[in-house]
């Protein structure tokens, strides 16, 4: 894995509708992810915050289903842009969010470094909608359409160009609610989803293993994406869309230890942790816990 390392805080709320995880940078933070990734060989920089406009300030308004589009849209092209940028320079991007809606940036910025960019999905969530499909009209559940080039072009052309990745680089880790709209998406496009059923039935390992069989020979790249709503919510209680019946903290442990292990991860985001809705900073610690595994840290 890349030894350099660039964390990038992305303090983004407007693409869902539960105000605190904002502070989700800072909770990573202050749980110790840069002190974890010294402690294990990295040279980290920490770029600090990108500013996120807020819509009373600026005049922004809904279009169509889609709230706070404009300030989302504005967020991803200067994620993208910073990202592209640490790229360029052979650094490995570390994205700290903020909610889901942010990925659309980190794609952006990092797809056009790869031919045939791999994307691992950890969520509990496909974020497959798009602005028809939609129940609530809240952008973070839409980053991984729009990023196949899906649903409304304000979102599918961020960073000037799409699709981002393509259907068959994309592999979905501990999915349990999908929409119908994301069902239907799925199947049409042949997306690999491994759903708490799999995870369940096989084993994390077994999911990993082929995970990363499926991934090594037709990418040559893999940004991970990871959502700690991905976690049951008794592990990460401070999400802001939990569900019930997900991965344990042990689990995604191996998970990050195997992804390490494979040497297959060469850009990574943590998103939706929100301190409001924590128990004393337990979920970011549990981020940076994962971030540890995934770095290569061992228990012997």
């Known amino acids: 894995m890349n030894q350099r390392i660039s964390i990038i805080g992305v303090p983004m709320d407007l693409g869902q509708s539960r105000r605190g995880v904002d502070m989700g940078p800072s909770a990573i933070r202050y749980a110790g992810a840069m002190e974890k990734l ?28 889609l709230k706070n589009v404009k300030q989302v849209v504005e967020a991803n092209e200067t994620l993208a842009q910073l990202v592209d940028a640490e790229v360029e320079k052979g650094r490995l991007p570390l994205i700290l969010g903020g909610d889901h809606s942010i990925a659309m940036g980190s ?11 791999g994307v691992i999905w950890y969520d ?6 798009t602005g028809e499909t939609s129940p609530s009209g809240n952008i973070h559940g839409m980053p991984l359409a729009a990023s196949l080039g899906i649903g409304d072009e304000v979102l599918t052309s961020i960073y000037g160009y ?4 393509k259907p068959e680089n994309i592999v979905i880790i501990g999915a349990r609610s999908l929409d119908p709209g994301e069902k239907e998406l799925i199947r049409d496009k042949g997306i690999r989803v491994y759903t708490m059923h799999e995870v369940d039935r096989m084993g994390m390992s077994k999911v990993v293993e082929e995970s990363v069989a499926y991934l090594k020979d037709r990418t040559d790249g893999v ?21 019930r019946g997900g991965l344990t903290y042990r689990e995604s442990h191996l998970a990050m230890e195997m ?17 409001i809705l924590d128990d004393k900073n337990k979920t970011a610690s549990i981020a940076v816990g994962l971030l540890g595994s995934l770095f290569g840290e061992k228990l012997k």
């Open 223 to 243: 940004h991970l994406s990871l959502d700690l709503d991905g976690l049951d919510p008794t592990e990460a209680p401070g999400v802001g869309t939990p569900v």
């Open 107 to 117: 794609l952006a910025g990092i797809s056009k470094h790869y031919r045939e960019l």
């Open 162 to 165: 799409a699709p981002k990745v």
């Open 259 to 275: 992804f390490s292990e494979a040497d297959l991860i060469t850009s990574v985001e943590f998103v939706e942790v929100n301190p």
């Open 124 to 129: 509990a969530h496909g974020d497959l909608n």
């Open 38 to 65: 010294e402690e294990l060989g990295f040279t980290v920089q920490d770029l600090g915050d990108i500013t996120i406009h807020r819509p009373n300030t600026d005049g922004g308004k809904d279009i169509g289903k």
